[in-house]
């Protein structure tokens, strides 16, 4: 299928909710088929972009297509070809894994039995979790929750699938099988990944954007943001002590404790000096310049320069 029949286009989309918030501001996004990250800290708007999307809410202004779907006004169409795992998701605690699964099936519409099977088997087994397919969800793991949410997600080939914030509550080993999973299923489809964790973005997505208070702060392929950022980034490592003097003189994007030191990051066009050396940039000082606005201003400025 022609890639732009697929794809997503999100057009001057705003909400703002009844107690004053406005959540989304005038979002325009393309998201093409594959992975795509849309990172942003707490509070930034991305649920409610989700749940949007989703079509369990409406926004104030603006127009989405999903290919020739108008997802504003086809709901019905949106539910039929979308995956939905939501940031909580509840369970049937008491429900086994293959029965849930066949039930949620059911209501996906699929009702001949023997396809039904079929599926059911199919996804509990990319899931891993066929081994698991008898045992109730009330005794599952937060990744086999979260792997179980999924196989809901997936029932019926989902054309556009939407993850919000999928990894926060999962340990190291569950959270890289949920990726690997994950990854698997952009090739066919728009998969949306909605995260504050910039690890997720970078190992997983080809296309990304970044949201903060509502509004999109920059729209990258995180390769070529990096090298962007080629030459702009320093690190010192100094005493807590030093930071406010730092603070005043520099354009600082970031602050770690490293074995109790801090390893400061700063942006600068020209060598710091200072003790400060050259580092080579990566997502997450992409995330961090962009936060403190000093990587949009020079985006706009290169796009700027590039018209007549
Ligand atoms: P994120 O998913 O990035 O954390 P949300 O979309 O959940 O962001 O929230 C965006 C902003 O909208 C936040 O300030 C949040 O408090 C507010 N908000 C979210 N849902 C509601 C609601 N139903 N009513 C009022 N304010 C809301």
Redesign the pocket.
């Given at each position: 299928m022609d890639i732009h029949q697929q794809s997503l286009t999100i057009r001057n989309v705003s909400k703002t909710?009844?107690?004053g918030?406005v959540?989304l501001s005038n979002i325009s996004l393309e998201i093409p088929r594959g992975m795509y990250g849309l990172l942003?800290p707490?509070?930034?708007?991305?649920?409610?972009?989700m749940r949007t999307l989703a079509t369990l809410q409406e926004p104030d202004e603006g127009s989405i297509r999903l290919g020739g779907i108008d997802v504003l006004c086809q709901k019905e169409e949106v539910r039929q070809t979308l995956g939905y795992l939501p940031q909580e998701f509840g369970v049937y605690p008491n429900a086994k894994a293959e029965d849930l699964l066949d039930y949620f099936a059911v209501l996906k519409g699929i009702t001949n039995r023997a396809s039904r099977r079929e599926v059911v088997e199919a996804l509990l087994k990319q899931t891993n979790l066929w081994d698991k397919r008898r045992q109730k969800l009330g005794g599952f793991s937060g990744g086999m929750k979260q792997r179980f949410g999924v196989a809901v997600a997936l029932l019926g080939n989902p054309k556009l699938m939407i993850v919000d914030e999928p990894t926060a509550g999962l340990d190291p080993a569950e959270r890289v099988r949920f990726l690997n999973l994950l990854s698997e299923l952009g090739e066919n489809s728009v998969v949306i990944l909605?995260t504050h964790i910039v690890e997720d973005v970078s190992e997983l997505c080809t296309h990304m954007a970044i949201i903060n208070k509502?509004q999109i702060l920059q729209e990258a392929e995180p390769i070529r943001a990096v090298e962007g950022l080629q030459g702009l980034i320093w690190r010192r490592i100094v005493e807590k002590s030093v930071l406010p003097a730092l603070e005043r003189e520099q354009k600082i994007i970031s602050t770690k404790l490293l074995s109790g030191r801090t390893v400061v990051h700063i942006y600068s066009e020209e060598n710091p000096g200072n003790g400060f050396e050259l580092v080579a940039p990566d997502l997450e000082d992409v995330y961090f310049t962009t936060m403190a606005g000093y990587f949009q201003k020079q985006v706009m400025q290169q796009e700027g320069e590039a018209q007549p």
């Open positions: 909710y009844a107690n918030v959540a942003g707490n509070g930034a708007g991305k649920s409610t972009l909605s509502g």
